[in-house]
């Protein structure tokens, strides 16, 4: 059965720190990445995917990529107070039609 | 542009009773989902519809049933409601297998089951 493992936190960072989020997952088929935050009683929205192994920036936001060690993780720059939300790593296989979660992070930036 | 609208948002039921979720997305998607999430246990996929007329078992399967009425909608249905279905429910749609993957979420369903 395909797992996606992220540790559940909390994570707390200093405003203006980067703030480091990661995700390791078992099946090496997995193709598709991606990173969703979810604000507290709110429904979860994609910050980023990514498909090829590396580093895919998007203003405050990499997401980094290795197949060979099975890991993908976030960094967020410049840490924000409204950064402070939970978030989730999610895995596909190419075509497969579902995406499977970890239970996610909670991530807090302290002022 | 309402995206995926979920009702109802909030919803207490006794044990054995039944009640359907409703999902509608107005983004003219092929694929819909329902996910529940519980603390601790992340999204687990409950049913997904990869196209109009056809659905298939997600994680979590069992005690529930699914309906693609059309294109638009994509009702979830708990025939005899336990406590162990307690939960926040999200409907989930996306262009189709071959997309980003992004999936767009309603805003969910909070069901509590005494």
């Known amino acids: 059965q395909k797992e996606v493992e992220q540790n559940s936190g909390p994570l707390s960072v200093p405003e203006g720190a980067i703030a480091s989020l990661n995700c390791t997952y078992s099946d090496r088929g997995s193709q598709s990445f991606f990173w969703y935050r979810q604000y507290s009683g709110k429904s979860p929205e994609l910050i980023m995917f990514i498909y090829s192994n590396g580093d895919k920036e998007d203003g405050r936001f990499t997401a980094q990529l290795n197949k060979a060690s099975q890991y993908v993780s976030l960094l967020i720059r410049d840490s924000q107070p409204s950064d402070s939300a939970t978030y989730l790593c999610a895995v596909e296989d190419f075509g497969n039609e579902k995406l499977t979660f970890g239970t996610g992070t909670r991530l807090t930036i302290i002022p | 542009n309402a995206g995926v609208t979920q009702t109802p948002k909030f919803q207490v039921l006794k044990t054995g009773q039944s009640m359907t979720l409703q999902c509608a997305q107005d983004?003219?998607?092929?694929?819909m989902y329902w996910y529940r999430q519980d603390p601790g246990m992340g999204l687990r996929l409950i049913y997904y519809s990869a196209s109009e007329g056809t659905t298939d078992k997600g994680e979590v399967p069992n005690g529930y049933n699914v309906s693609r009425l059309n294109k638009r909608e994509f009702s979830l249905r708990l025939e005899s409601a336990a406590p162990s279905q307690t939960s926040v429910y999200f409907c989930?749609?996306?262009?189709?297998?071959?997309?980003?993957?992004?999936?767009?979420f309603g805003e969910g369903s909070r069901l509590t089951v005494l």
């Open positions: 989930a749609s996306r262009r189709d297998s071959l997309s980003t993957g992004e999936l767009f």
């Open positions: 983004m003219n998607h092929n694929s």
